[in-house]
């Protein structure tokens, strides 16, 4: 018995060597099985996502799709394990900011020769940029979202302050006087949520021009914090320690920790990500009037950067081409539609974005469907050693100066001199 059970086994792991060590596979009457892990969590866009691989599967005999679920909390060392073991996915559901060691590593598939025309013009280049490393692509984005203010309709009526829209936002300046005078009587007029605070001020600052990370023609990358990238964290400093504006309790919070602060006129706003909307509107108190405005402008306009949710082929898959029709599939205008309203997010496809689902008044969606042509690849998409400067570098460094610990001058020195020596490492 044990003899039967290790020669299968090697049997077996032959097979897998055979079919390129992904997880899926061919059986013996040629039908292909494609793996397909999805990071989809809330309800609806589980539904969504499970409903759209039932579709594919009834019309598509011969090349099947098995639904995995993933998380995001573990996805980043649950692929590189399921890399280096040969048992990735096919298909795999991601972020742009995750894809970059994959990409660089060999563990990802480049996607320029199996898309179709179709898919392929109807993304904007812009959101093409964030998932190409080198000289391929190696995912395509397809949901996105903006970070906005989300506001006290009530709050904002009754202190009578000009309501910023996409035409005529506020400038950084403004919002800053804006937040003074919301606040008082126990209220702040924001409250900052950064226990996450890089790609929040890393993205903000794009409206302002800054961009921190600056490639050479040697195509090394180093750190600089000029006046441009200087313009968001100043404003969040000086709304926390000068002007009182802003909580200092919420700079260790995440964006719903907040939310029962909100709910109960503690901050006339929140800066949060669109998709927010979708807790608000499951537990805000009955007759709660909130409203969705764009985040402050700069000198180049309402310029942010965001990190698309992704869809890839491994490498090792032995059927990229049939895994590049299954994302075709799954991203056709009407089914990025049904992904965007599950998850409360935007598509990035240009025909999806025109559904009047995602252009009504209701639950603002307008508002955020309206920020889309300005949202750009996140600043430190394509940069090596950038998760090691996050972590290491620069969020105790904003955390501090946010928290009023250290001051402007030795940001700068943190984020550019020890970030250089971090970067430097991965640039040999």
Known sequence: MRRVSRLAAVTAAVALLLTGCSSGGTDDDGKVTLEFQSLA?????????????KEWNATHPDIQVKYVQGSWDSVHDQLLTSFEGGEAPDVIHDASDDLADFAYGGYLADLRDLLPARLKSDIPQHSWETTTFGDGVYGVPFLQEPRVLIANAKILKAAGVRIPTPAKPWSWDEFRTITKKLSGKKRFGVAWPLKEPVSATLNLS????????????????????????QVVPRTVHDQVDTDGSASGATLGMGGSDTLPGFFAGKYAMVPLGFSYRQQIVQQAPKGFDWQVLPAPAGRDGLAQGVSPQTLSVAED??????????????????????????????PTGTEAL???ALRTQKNDWATGTALAGDLRSAPAQSVRGYAEWKDKVATPALQEYYSGSIGLGELRKRLVNDGNLVLARYQR
């Open 317 to 346: 898959s032995p059927h990229k081409k049939e895994a590049a029709q299954f994302i075709d599939f799954l991203l056709r205008p009407p089914s990025m539609v049904r992904l965007a309203l599950g998850d409360w997010m935007l």
């Open 354 to 356: 025109k559904d009047p």
């Open 206 to 229: 794009l409206s302002a021009g800054g961009r921190m990370f600056h490639r050479g023609a040697d195509g090394k990358v180093t750190v600089r914090f000029d006046a441009a990238d």
């Open 41 to 53: 969590w809330q309800k609806e866009s589980v539904d969504a996502n499970k409903q759209l691989v």
